[in-house]
């Protein structure tokens, strides 16, 4: 694991700006570690969830939009639940992520193209339509037969449909997607 340089400059913006858009107080965190111990994922992250808390703290912007560990997190909540402070660190991971991708600082490319495939689903169905999504991922990461040998195994066991289906009001669904793409305009 590489050292983590807290001589860099504090980015006190960075903090707040982390601060306002996910509604959470990383001051708060006093590096119990409990988030990081409960954490499923934290053997593959370049820097353990805790430490994303004291590098946010620190304000050690490059670090964290840098690290892998925000594209590798799973987002299942173990650390939410686990933080004796209460603070909703899932969320917060959340909102790195979206800072990241919003300055185009991707460190797992094909995890983002994971993110695309899935929500063009989202937008087009309404819902999840899984045999699409794989394929549109497989498309877009080069990864033409990834998990190809899996496709036999779950439609026989009818788990997913071969074709799409929309859920009704999914018109509604595509429309807070444009909402969502508005908004993004209007705030640069
Ligand atoms: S939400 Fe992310 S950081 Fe938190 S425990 Fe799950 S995988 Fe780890
Ligand atoms: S569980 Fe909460 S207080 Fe403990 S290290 Fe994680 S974020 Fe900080």
Not at 43 to 49: K, L, N, R
Not at 163 to 171: M, N, Q
Request: glycine share 6%; proline share 3%.
């Amino acid at each position: 694991m590489d050292a983590i340089n807290l001589t860099e400059s504090i980015d006190w913006e960075f903090i707040e700006h982390v601060k306002e858009e996910s509604g959470q107080d990383p001051a708060l965190c006093y590096q119990c570690g409990n988030c990081t111990a409960g954490c499923p994922y934290s053997h593959y992250f370049d820097y353990p969830v805790s430490q994303i808390m004291r590098l946010l703290q620190a304000g050690q912007k490059d670090t964290i939009l840098n690290s892998k560990a925000i594209w590798l997190c799973a987002t299942c909540e173990t650390c939410t639940t686990r933080c004796p402070c209460e603070i909703d660190v899932a969320h917060i991971m959340d909102v790195l992520r979206i800072i990241a991708r919003r300055e185009n600082r991707v460190s797992e490319k094909d995890i983002k193209l994971f993110y695309d495939s899935f929500l063009d689903s989202v937008k087009k169905f309404g819902r999840i339509y899984e045999v699409g999504t794989l394929m549109s991922y497989n498309l877009r990461s080069g990864h033409l037969f990834a998990d190809s040998d899996l496709g036999p195994k779950v439609l026989a066991h009818n788990k997913i449909h071969f074709l799409p289906k929309k859920i009704k009001g999914s018109d509604k669904v595509a429309k807070i997607f444009d909402r969502f793409q508005e908004t993004l305009k209007k705030h640069g």
